[in-house]
């Protein structure tokens, strides 16, 4: 999703781009993920990328393919505790000083919206303008309208970066004024001393069963599995697609590349699904997959000129906020690219900035 916004902002600005992409446009963490725009708020940073790259989703939207499925179903953070709940009231201010509408719900109006949810929640934190979408198509047609504006697209390897140039599998050089690298995991691979490893996540898909859920709903302890840096985490999260079925995540475990389905896990996810949402029980799950996010040790990606090499640009380690935070980094990346004044600052973002010590992967 990032290479492919960023050729596609490039190449509406006038830029000659050459998409270099080793599977297709959609596949890696893209196309595992759950499609969830979301603003989050775990830092200053986090929230003004978020809620710039939201507000350029609903822009982009009105012009995406049916396919793309983009809709604004809205978060719903589910508060278990009167504490979570005040805990939640507490960042309303922080949100709307960001320009993001976002309210508390008392319980009564959240089984209104919800009336699966199970009864004896406190609230809700309620973020309407959040949105859902299906990656894979996104990317897909952000590669096609790269096309479109006279970009080539290579499916290809890069096998080495250089100052300007590219090695690619076949043995060819593509050589270019800037490299822009945005392969998610495989970053690390291109360009030597990336700070990203893989944070391994399952997710589940249902059958059919229109009206269950309306809004994306995660329980306000996601924050800490998202934020915390070590082990195996769940937390529910939930999300209603437009053909009915019902997206259930997440985990969190950093295992290095090991793609094992681990039962025991999604089992407690879906544990927990049934505790939030005790319908989920009848639901027939139909497909379970694993994905990997590019995480970096301080929760934020890496965005901007990387100085070792010449020319050289770098876009990835997104963690689980890369779909949502694709459109901000594609402005923030044309911007440095084009030295035009960048809608966020960007120097928290910047690729070799100092990061608190990567956490041994077992
Ligand atoms: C289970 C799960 C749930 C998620 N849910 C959400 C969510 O709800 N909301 C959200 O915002 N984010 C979510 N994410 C995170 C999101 O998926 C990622 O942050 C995002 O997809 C990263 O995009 P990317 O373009 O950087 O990487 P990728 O999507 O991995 O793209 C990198 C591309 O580079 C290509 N590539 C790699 N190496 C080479 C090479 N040597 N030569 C040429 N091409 C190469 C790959 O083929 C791939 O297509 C989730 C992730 C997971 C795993």
Redesign the pocket.
Known sequence: ???TMIAYRLAEAGVRVTL????F?G????????????VMDDSPEQLALCAHSRARWDELAATLPPSGEHEHAGTLWLATSDAELAGATARVAGYQRAGIDACVVNDVELYRLEPSVRRGLAGALRVPGDAVCY?PAIARSLAERVMALGGALLR???ASLAAHRVALDDGSIVTADAIVV?????SP??VAGLPIVPRK???VITDRHPGLVHHQLVELGYLHSAHTFSGASVAFNVQPRRTGQLLI??SRELVGYDATFNHDLVGQMLDRATHFVPAIAQVRAVRSWI????ATPDKLPLIGRWPAEEGLWIA?G?????????TGTADLIVAGLLERTPPVDPERFRPDRVMPAMERVA
């Open positions: 999703m990032v290479g270099v992409e080793s599977a446009a596949s890696g963490s893209t196309g595992a993920a759950m499609g969830h725009i979301v990656p290809r390897s890069v945005a392969a998610g995991v495989s691979s291109l996540g399952h997710l995540g997440s994905g990997f996010r590019p990835a997104h963690e689980g906020l890369g779909i949502t935070m694709a």
